[in-house]
């Protein structure tokens, strides 16, 4: 699983309370067909235990600590395939409705057509101000992968989980935030 396909599967994560994106589509389908599945499933008793393990000391694992702190759970779902097309375009897009919609909004989506047509999609459920939830999509012509996370996180706070290697590293799928000029 490409790091893209797994963000997007992260933010995919972030979906109504009581409504599961990645439980919802139909993976028992997909199965017979798939040459690789890849299943993650943190809730919060996991996500609490991985915290433990991380140190305060570390920069860079103290940061992660600190998101997991927020969140609720991490589910992941990614399925290769041998063959273009063994998956349908349309369960995908049934997916991005469910990611649509007042509370939702779109930060990334990228498109491309052709024989390595590829989708990503990374959305960020919003609470008022509160960030809820991130659903990330990614759909390659032999790769469907998912990540959805339930719980506050800020998509900066993502790089910092793949920095510490809790997750794989998300790479160009999220914006970077400008650096200052200024030194302290």
């Known amino acids: 699983m490409s790091a893209k396909q797994f963000a997007v599967v992260l933010f995919s994560l972030a979906i109504c309370p009581g409504q599961d994106l990645i439980q919802s589509f139909d993976w028992a389908k997909l199965a017979p067909k798939a040459s690789e599945t890849v299943e993650v499933n943190l809730d919060g008793f996991l996500l609490k235990m991985a915290r433990s393990f991380l140190s305060d000391s570390k920069p860079d694992e103290a940061q992660a600590k600190k998101l997991i702190g927020g969140l609720k759970s991490i589910k992941v779902r990614s399925i290769k ?6 998956y ?3 369960d995908v897009d049934k997916l991005r409705m469910a990611v649509s919609g007042s509370e939702w909004s779109k930060v990334v989506e990228v498109k491309n057509s052709g024989s390595k047509a590829s989708n990503v999609g990374v959305y960020i ?3 008022g101000s509160k960030t809820e939830g991130i659903v990330i999509l990614a759909a390659e012509p032999k790769e469907l992968t998912i990540v959805q996370v339930v719980g506050s996180i800020d998509p900066e706070q993502l790089r910092a989980l793949g920095d510490a290697g809790i997750i794989p590293k998300v790479g160009n799928v999220l914006p970077v935030k400008p650096k200052s000029d200024k030194k302290d």
Do not use: L, Q, S, Y
Not at 81 to 86: I, K, L, M, S, T
């Open 81 to 86: 395939f041998n063959n273009e097309g063994d």
């Open 88 to 90: 349908n375009m349309a």
């Open 125 to 127: 459920k919003n609470n």
